[in-house]
Structure formats: C-alpha cells, structure tokens
C-alpha cells in the first residue's frame, strides 16, 4: 500500500521556477533568505549545482556544512522536488533553491557563464539499453555547456556505478578541451576519501558494484579536487 503524498511545506519553500530565475537572477532569489552574516547580499556568492539529488542526503549535507555557499538542486521529478522541499524546509537550510526542470535544459538557461564554483552528477540514470544511451545526462553538449557555467576553478564532478556509462562518461570528459582531469593519469577514481556519501553510493557498495568517480577543472591546477 503507498503512502500518500504530502504537498504542504513545513516552512520557506525552497522550490523556484525557470520563469523566477529568468526574472530576478539567482542572487535575488537567494538574498531573501540570506543570513546578515553572510556575504552582502548585493554580490554574488560561491554557488553549487547538483543535478539529479534524488533522495537529497548529498545536497543536505553539503548546504549544512558551508551555510555561507549558495546550492541549486535540480530534478526532473515533481515527486522527489516536493519531497526535497519538505527536507529543507523542515532543516531550516536558506541556502538551497530546488528546480523541476531538465538539466540540460537548466544548464543552457538560467546559469551565467562563470557563475558556478561546482557541479555535480551522482549517479545520474545509465539507461543501460543501448537505444536508450543518448538520454544520459553526460553527453557533449551538456559538458560543454557545464564547461561555460563553471568559474576560473570550477569542478565537475560525476560519478557512476555502471561500467559501460562510466567509459562514455571518460570519453567525453576528456573530449572537452576546456576541462582538465584532476585524477590525472587515472581516468576516475573507484573512492575519493572525505567525499559525502549519497544513499545510492551506500546501496551499490554494499553489493560490491565499481564505483567511478571523475573530477574535471577549468583550471589544469592538480590541487583542485
């Protein structure tokens, strides 16, 4: 028997739209909420975008522990966002905005070029089909898309757990000649000690599946990562 859906938001709703941003910016929608002991709220801070947050455990622990950092969760499904929402809400997090939207669509849209300090993909589905395979999120355009978003030393960093997605992953990363491998000379790493743990990751180590981890900079500093 499932449960049914709650719709009320227990506090600030997080959630924005396509239409908000376009509208006002970023810095405006997250000024409103703004601790005074933060940056001027006329000037744009750090922000960080995770595409995908599923069951959010990433994205919460990591609005917890840098209030002072600006984060972006952007989902496909209504259901997960509104879940989400109620997650923020209930933690009392002012620094995170939740958008329903496509990614790539996003990512295109409402990000200025060089505003974004991070991105993340986590596991983001491999469509395992090979008929299937131009839904992934990583494709070309999109990294170079992320490439734009990112700053002077931004990182965006994907992980998968499927081994076929994870050499197309590889492939374009490392096509796109505006980003630099930070685990160079390895491809990607199977575990990157001090990285928050997703509920996905805990699920896939648990039955022993390869992990991937990838890091790509703007900057080709080695330190980045």
């Known amino acids: 028997m499932s449960r049914s859906l709650k719709y009320e938001i227990p506090g600030e709703d997080p959630r924005v739209l396509l239409t908000d941003v376009v509208a006002t ?27 995908g947050f599923g069951r959010g455990e990433f994205l919460l622990a990591m609005a917890e522990r840098m209030p002072e950092v600006d984060f972006v969760g952007i989902e496909i499904s209504f259901k997960r966002t509104l879940k989400m929402a109620r997650k923020v809400a209930r933690a009392k997090l002012a620094n995170v905005r ?15 070029p060089g505003g974004l300090s991070e991105i993340w993909v986590n596991f983001s589905d491999p469509w395992p089909k090979a008929r299937h395979a131009h839904r992934r999120v990583i494709q070309p355009a999109f990294v170079a898309a992320a490439a734009r978003a990112l700053d002077a030393d931004g990182v965006l960093y994907v992980a998968t757990d499927d081994v076929r997605y994870a050499h197309q992953i590889g ?3 490392a096509a796109e000649k505006a980003l630099f491998n930070q685990y160079a000379p390895w491809p990607f790493l199977s575990d990157v000690p001090g990285r928050a743990c997703t509920g996905y990751e805990e699920q896939w180590r648990a039955v022993g599946r390869p992990l991937h981890f990838f890091a790509y900079s703007t900057s080709a500093r080695e330190d980045i990562g």
Request: overall charge negative; glycine content about 4%.
């Open 98 to 112: 939740l958008l329903e939207a496509h990614a790539e669509i996003a990512l295109e849209q409402i990000f200025l």
């Open 25 to 51: 910016g970023w810095n405006a929608l997250f000024a409103k909420t703004r601790q005074p002991s933060q940056c001027d709220p006329r000037s744009p801070g750090r922000m960080v975008l995770e595409i």
């Open 171 to 173: 492939e374009v990363l």
